[in-house]
């Protein structure tokens, strides 16, 4: 019925945060059965709305402004009689188990939504238990009730924080970028699931900023900008398209088919890290096993596979937050006995989600510690303390570091924000500002964490665009993503990984076009597209898209390291016919392979591989 429901009211809403206006005239109402898609780009208003209709932050006290919520046929103009009612999933709330370091299990942070508190206080009973793993069946958890939050992979943390939401049995539900970071099964799980509550009265509201992933069940959208409703009504009449495509919203179509022409390297690039049958640990459980690996200077790695395949494991190792165990070996160039790690991490840019996680914390303690002043940790602070690997200042910048941030933050056309402080940024834009922060260094090596997460398109193709820019100058970049769409055109090679093991390692597999229009469309029609498909999925088309030939396909299944071969489509070829007449390969030949690997590499095509 309805009227279990909540319906929300706002009228004439304004509301400032560090003495700017975010939000300008708001006037809207959520009923019942209704189910909105909240749009529009980065720094628009989006997350700072949710949070005044959940009744964390409050507008500015007008004549005529009106927040109110009816439930159960009264009106109440103060969100405190409705909050508990109020189900609310976002990064910020999600970070906050990692910045207090909360790490109850999965059974346990699912059960607080239940008793509708932040931690456990009170043993689970037997029935509780029973709610809670239907619960986490729904969401396709149903495996990970014992694990630890903090060792789950960003993806897996969002969809347990959404069943501790549904646990509290929720009469208005607000779903701030449900789906970034999940990958293509988590993310049809939960697109299903929206599509189930068309059954249900339940309203609720989701963010995006991506066409692929509006669901069908969607029945009304708003659109903002810069604070102000620019569309207010039926989904079927909104220009999300307008606001979720990247070349719509002003970045510069680029055709992803056509390579990118990179900086030239040396026949023998350097190899700034190796790792050899490295496995690596977390909470007692084993995340990566027997992971081999060279990253050569000059080349640019995707890193992709399921939520808790242990991407993100991956890049913190290589950065050295994480241990490799006894039996498997990491180098890192540079780096040797005495060396202090500090030293590689300095000329190491790193942006993920858990650093975020990470500046939210520093801000928080600032705060504390700056009680007397009213100051906070600002962006040119932020981006100075990439220069040290460090969050915050310690000893206060000089001239020349303050520059070296300017700098830093012109490239990512962040000016206007240096003097800002973090707290009045939105999720978007300090994802930009840990891109400043990671580059302000020219560092030897980029690790990317899902980096274009809750980045609106057009900012995803302007950063998109930067990176392959900063590899045609030789940087070395590796980036871990679920999106294929979002793999730079300079992209050399991919490490496939599943439950922690290697699946595949070599040049990259596919390069072609990707439709985001279809996907869209596809998506509003209720379908799940998938924008990509492993070469070892069950009825993927060989003959439509074959893997090059790599050397030493027996020894990979061995789980040793394996080379890429020569790239060229002629040279893939000649080796194919060359390997079923097993004839050996001659001087000659070799030498013409390799001459021929320059040229495609001069092109920009493929990396410098060994002959």
């Given at each position: 019925?309805?009227?279990?429901?909540?319906e929300?009211?706002l009228?004439?809403?304004?509301?400032?945060?560090?003495?700017?206006?975010?939000?300008?005239?708001?006037?809207?109402?959520?009923?019942p059965?209704?189910?909105?898609?909240?749009?529009g780009?980065?720094?628009?208003?989006?997350t700072q709305l949710?949070?005044?209709?959940?009744?964390?932050v409050?507008?500015?006290?007008?004549?005529?402004?009106?927040?109110?919520?009816l439930?159960?046929?009264?009106?109440?103009?103060s969100p405190a009689?409705?909050?508990?009612?109020?189900?609310?999933?976002?990064?910020?709330?999600?970070?906050?188990?990692e910045r207090?370091?909360?790490?109850?299990?999965?059974?346990?942070v699912?059960?607080?939504g239940?008793?509708?508190?932040?931690?456990p206080?009170?043993?689970l009973?037997?029935?509780?238990?029973?709610?809670?793993?239907?619960?986490?069946?729904?969401v396709?958890?149903?495996?990970?009730?014992?694990?630890?939050?903090?060792?789950?992979s960003?993806?897996?943390?969002?969809?347990?924080?959404?069943?501790?939401?549904l646990?509290?049995?929720?009469?208005?539900?607000?779903?701030?970028?449900?789906?970034n970071?999940?990958?293509?099964e988590?993310r049809?799980?939960a697109l299903r699931?929206?599509?189930?509550?068309?059954?249900?009265?339940l309203?609720?509201?989701?963010?995006?900023h991506r066409?692929?992933?509006l669901?069908?069940?969607?029945?009304?959208?708003?659109?903002?900008?810069?604070?102000?409703?620019i569309?207010?009504?039926?989904?079927?009449?909104?220009?999300?398209?307008k606001w979720?495509?990247?070349?719509?919203l002003?970045?510069?179509?680029?055709?992803?088919?056509?390579?990118?022409?990179r900086?030239?390297s040396?026949?023998?690039?350097r190899?700034?890290?190796?790792?050899?049958q490295?496995?690596?640990?977390?909470e007692?459980?084993?995340?990566?096993?027997?992971?081999?690996?060279?990253?050569?200077r000059?080349?640019?790695?995707?890193?992709?596979g399921?939520?808790?395949?242990?991407?993100?494991?991956?890049?913190?190792?290589?950065?050295?937050?994480?241990?490799?165990?006894?039996?498997?070996?990491?180098?890192?160039?540079?780096?040797e006995?005495?060396?202090?790690?500090?030293?590689?991490?300095?000329?190491v840019?790193?942006?993920?989600?858990?650093l975020?996680?990470?500046l939210?914390?520093?801000?928080?303690?600032?705060a504390?510690?700056?009680?007397?002043?009213p100051?906070?940790?600002?962006?040119?602070?932020?981006v100075?303390?990439?220069?040290?690997?460090?969050?915050?200042?310690?000893?206060?910048p000089?001239?020349?570091?303050?520059?070296?941030?300017?700098?830093?933050?012109?490239?990512?056309?962040?000016?206007?924000?240096a003097?800002?402080?973090?707290?009045e940024l939105?999720?978007?834009?300090?994802?930009r500002v840990?891109?400043?922060?990671a580059?302000?260094?020219?560092?030897?090596?980029?690790?990317?964490?899902?980096?274009?997460?809750?980045l609106?398109?057009?900012?995803?193709?302007?950063?998109?665009?930067?990176?392959?820019?900063l590899a045609?100058r030789?940087?070395?970049?590796?980036?871990?993503?679920?999106?294929?769409?979002?793999?730079?055109?300079?992209?050399?090679?991919?490490?496939?990984?599943?439950a922690?093991?290697?699946?595949?390692?070599?040049?990259?597999?596919?390069?072609g076009?990707?439709?985001?229009?279809?996907?869209g469309?596809?998506?509003?029609?209720?379908?799940?597209?998938?924008?990509?498909?492993?070469?070892?999925?069950?009825g993927?088309?060989?003959?439509?898209?074959?893997?090059?030939?790599v050397?030493?396909?027996?020894?990979?299944?061995r789980?040793?390291?394996?080379?890429p071969?020569?790239h060229?489509?002629?040279?893939v070829?000649?080796?194919?016919?060359v390997a079923?007449k097993?004839?050996p390969?001659?001087?000659?030949?070799?030498?013409a392979?390799?001459?021929?690997?320059?040229?495609?590499c001069?092109?920009g095509s493929?990396?410098?591989?060994?002959?």
């Open positions: 019925m309805p009227e279990r429901y909540i929300t009211t009228r004439h809403v304004h509301l400032r945060r560090g003495g700017r206006e975010v939000l300008r005239d708001v006037d809207w109402t959520i009923r059965s209704e189910r909105w898609i909240l749009a780009p980065n720094g628009a208003g989006k949710l949070k005044l209709v959940a009744g964390s409050w507008p500015e006290p007008r004549e005529k402004t009106v927040r109110s919520y439930w159960r046929g009264e009106r109440h103009s009689e409705v909050r508990e009612e109020i189900g609310y999933i976002g990064p910020e709330r999600q970070d906050r188990y207090y370091g909360w790490n109850p299990t999965v059974e346990q699912v059960g607080t239940l008793y509708r508190t932040d931690i206080l009170d043993p009973t037997r029935d509780d238990r029973r709610s809670i793993a239907a619960l986490l069946e729904r396709g958890l149903a495996a990970l009730g014992e694990r630890r939050f903090l060792a789950l960003y993806g897996e943390r969002r969809l347990v924080l959404l069943a501790r939401a646990a509290a049995r929720p009469k208005l539900l607000l779903l701030d970028e449900l789906l970071g999940l990958d293509a988590r049809d799980a699931w929206l599509a189930r509550t068309r059954s249900s009265a309203p609720w509201v989701l963010t995006s066409i692929e992933d669901p069908p069940a969607a029945t009304h959208a708003l659109v903002l900008d810069r604070g102000r409703i569309y207010r009504g039926r989904i079927e009449r909104a220009p999300l398209e979720l495509s990247a070349t719509a002003g970045a510069a179509a680029v055709d992803e088919a056509s390579p990118i022409v900086a030239r040396p026949a023998r690039a190899i700034l890290v190796r790792l050899a490295a496995s690596v640990f977390l007692g459980r084993r995340v990566l096993e027997g992971v081999s690996l060279e990253i050569a000059g080349e640019c790695w995707i890193i992709h399921p939520n808790g395949s242990g991407k993100s494991t991956l890049l913190r190792t290589i950065y050295g937050d994480h241990g490799v165990a006894a039996g498997g070996q990491i180098e890192r160039a540079g780096i006995p005495g060396v202090s790690l500090d030293a590689f991490k300095r000329r840019g790193f942006v993920a989600p858990h975020q996680s990470s939210a914390a520093t801000t928080s303690l600032l504390r510690l700056r009680s007397s002043e100051q906070q940790l600002t962006v040119d602070e932020t100075v303390s990439g220069l040290h690997a460090s969050f915050g200042p310690g000893e206060p000089s001239l020349v570091e303050r520059r070296a941030a300017r700098r830093a933050l012109a490239d990512f056309g962040l000016e206007s924000l003097a800002r402080q973090l707290r939105s999720y978007g834009q300090l994802r840990l891109f400043a922060r580059w302000i260094n020219r560092p030897a090596l980029l690790l990317l964490d899902e980096p274009f997460s809750g609106d398109a057009a900012t995803r193709e302007d950063l998109k665009r930067e990176l392959e820019a045609a030789g940087a070395t970049i590796v980036m871990a993503t679920h999106h294929r769409h979002e793999w730079p055109r300079c992209a050399t090679c991919e490490l496939e990984l599943r922690g093991r290697v699946r595949y390692r070599g040049p990259v597999r596919h390069r076009p990707v439709n985001h229009r279809a996907s469309t596809a998506a509003a029609r209720g379908q799940f597209v998938r924008p990509w498909r492993s070469f070892h999925e069950p993927y088309n060989n003959s439509e898209h074959k893997a090059p030939t050397k030493g396909a027996g020894r990979k299944a789980g040793a390291t394996v080379r071969a020569a060229g489509s002629e040279t070829k000649r080796h194919k016919a079923m097993r004839e390969i001659s001087r000659s030949a070799r030498t392979s390799r001459e021929h690997r320059q040229k495609r001069d092109a493929w990396p410098d591989s060994d002959p």
